[in-house]
């Protein structure tokens, strides 16, 4: 793991979003919550075909648990296709999603004890810092962009997630270009699923040339030729530093199935 000082010194872009980040959103929280730390000791790192990460068993057994128990009522879940930047209508995908805490949003975040936990444990400065430095180079790379230019205000998003239908759940996608790292976390497959599930509800990456595609550029996953295929498990997260290459999508399409999962986000936003 990359140290905090070679970090400052190797990676100054990636060093003061970090040091931005425990001043503004990891500042008051518990030491105690920091208990996704030792999931990353299992975490499996891979360069292909870019770099990305899974870790099973990432929540604590009960929070997972807790999790599940408590997964907000469907009628608390909005078309992911209302919030997209840009053109709403160029999304692909069946996603519903229901927002548990937008840091710098407007409305207050969910505050029951289990997403309370949940939101701070992956919050926590701590794991935030222990994460990136596991991607310093591709995430100081990434802060380098022109786009990037004006956005030094750290933020974070967490997202409880659901993927049902007949129709794609994500199409192949670069994630939008402020979102510097996303964890989705697989939690259960419900309804008729088959030897073909954990492939179509897991995340399929593509091969992608720099440039070749634009972020938050949507189109079908079955126009790509999958390059890897990360397969769903119960609390397995996939884990992706965001670039100009990262390419990936959810296939879905099996009419019955319903898939829940936690996305985080961690943002580089405008003052």
Known sequence: MTTTGQTTTAHPRLARYLDGYQQVIGADIPAGAAELLPALDRLNVHDAPFPFATVDDFLPEDLYRSVLANWPSQSGFDPVARFVEGQPKAYLGNRKERIIENFAGSDAPMATETWNRTRLALRHPEFVRALFERFAGPLEEHLGLDRLQDRDQPNFKLYANQDTGATEALGAHLDAAPKLLTIVVYLQLEGNTDETSVNRYGTALYEC?????DFLNF?????????????????????????????????????????????????????
């Open 209 to 213: 040339r720099a440039g070749e595609h």
């Open 219 to 271: 189109s079908s996953n079955a126009a790509h030729r999958t390059a890897r295929q990360v397969q769903f498990a119960p609390n397995r997260a996939f884990i992706m530093p965001n670039s100009p290459v990262s390419l990936h999508g959810v296939a879905g399409s099996q009419d019955g199935v319903l898939r829940k999962t936690l996305m985080t986000g961690y943002w580089a936003n405008k003052q």
